[in-house]
Nanobody, 115 residues
Framework: QVQLVESGGGLVQPGGSLRLSCAAS????????MSWYRQAPGKERELVAY????????SYADSVKGRFTISRDNAKNTVYLQMNSLKPEDTAVYYC????????WGQGTQVTVSS
């Protein structure tokens, strides 16, 4: 069955960095575009970043442009989110999502940015 397992979250000070990973299994990873979303307490889930099948095309929410970088390794069935210059407003649960006619979600990983 399809599984998406996020890791790499944690507590970080403002200005710090984290790299999230999402390990995929149960499907042909290289056939699907992938995305990262986040959901802060009391807010709707929002799209953070998108990456195409080959990784040749990416897009970002305006709030993270220039700070976050999405990438993928199709040989390792993994998508990453490098987050730099983190701000308190980046605090949220981060989810990876398999795009397509049927979307699948991971369980999420908590990112807390606080001093």
């Amino acid at each position: 069955q399809v599984q998406l397992v996020e890791s790499g979250g944690g507590l970080v000070q403002p200005g710090g960095s984290l790299r999230l990973s999402c390990a995929a299994s149960g499907f042909t990873f290289s056939n699907y575009a992938m995305s990262w979303y986040r959901q802060a307490p009391g807010k709707e889930r929002e799209l953070v970043a998108y990456i195409s099948i080959t990784g040749g095309r990416t897009s970002y929410a305006d709030s993270v442009k220039g700070r976050f970088t999405i990438s993928r390794d199709n040989a390792k069935n993994t998508v990453y989110l490098q987050m730099n210059s983190l701000k308190p407003e980046d605090t949220a649960v981060y989810y990876c999502r398999r795009n397509g006619n049927i979307a699948y979600w991971g369980q999420g990983t908590q990112v807390t940015v606080s001093s």
